[in-house]
């Protein structure tokens, strides 16, 4: 499934209180995602609930900031840090509005 149509799912359902969607959102992010490191096997695993794209781990770790989604945060972070060159690492994330919320080079220290 799209990381849009995950999104929409956990916004949506977190919005109107429609469990099912964003229980199912999160499923997929923590499948993806678990809150135990050794379970990670990286976004390259053919066993994703998620479609990679090349921003998928910004994308992520900016929804995981913006929905308050703790438990799978230390993974994400580790999944961005991993495969991102650290050149790329001092872009800033942003909430939706369009506000600044997080630099990568804040979060790392």
Not at 48 to 74: G, H, K, R, W
Not at 83 to 100: H, I, K, M
Request: proline share 3%; hydrophobic share 40%.
């Amino acid at each position: 499934m799209s990381f849009r149509k995950i999104t929409a799912m956990l916004r949506l359902g977190k919005k109107y209180e429609i469990d099912y969607l964003a229980d199912e959102a999160l499923a997929r992010l923590k499948h993806d995602y678990p809150r135990n490191l050794s379970l990670y096997k990286g976004l390259g695993d053919l066993n994703t609930q998620i479609e990679y794209t090349q921003t998928l781990a910004v994308d992520v770790l900016n929804l995981t900031f913006e929905c308050s989604l703790s438990s799978i945060m230390p993974v994400v972070c580790f999944g961005y840090i991993s495969q991102t060159p650290l050149v790329s690492r001092t872009c800033n994330f942003f909430y939706a509005d369009g506000n600044s919320l997080a630099t990568i080079t804040n979060l790392l220290r």
